[in-house]
Nanobody, 124 residues
Framework: QVQLVESGGGLVQAGGSLRVSCAASRRTFSNYAMGWFRQAPGKEREFVAAISRSGGSNHYADSVKGRFTISRDNAKNTVYLQMNSLKPEDTAVYYC?????????????????WGQGTQVTVSS
């Protein structure tokens, strides 16, 4: 079992930056690929970014490519999502997720554990 706790959400103006973090409970954090998904009000949850176990491979949704960066620190059991040039349409609850697979998927069915989410609100 892996427990994931997100932090760092908040309110930011359009064009601003925010970094959300996700701390994992397991010392074997490096055995899991990690991902970020988000869910806006009235919409389905969607893929944002994923990173491999080692951190050497990552991929992004087209909507955030070039603006968001996923990274991980296996020594701290933590994955990060740096969000720059934020837009009002980025407003959502952001969820951290862990996968037993070596590479993160864009399909939420590929993940085994989920955090409780952190709210990110971008004002115009």
């Amino acid at each position: 079992q892996v427990q994931l706790v997100e932090s760092g959400g908040g309110l930011v103006q359009a064009g601003g930056s925010l970094r959300v973090s996700c701390a994992a409970s397991r010392r074997t954090f490096s055995n899991y690929a990690m991902g970020w998904f988000r869910q806006a009000p009235g919409k389905e949850r969607e893929f944002v970014a994923a990173i491999s176990r080692s951190g050497g491979s990552n991929h992004y949704a087209d909507s955030v490519k070039g603006r968001f960066t996923i990274s991980r620190d296996n020594a701290k059991n933590t994955v990060y999502l740096q969000m720059n040039s934020l837009k009002p349409e980025d407003t959502a609850v952001y969820y951290c997720t862990a996968s037993k697979a070596p590479f993160g998927s864009s399909d939420e069915a590929g993940y085994d554990y989920w955090g409780q989410g952190t709210q990110v609100t971008v004002s115009s």
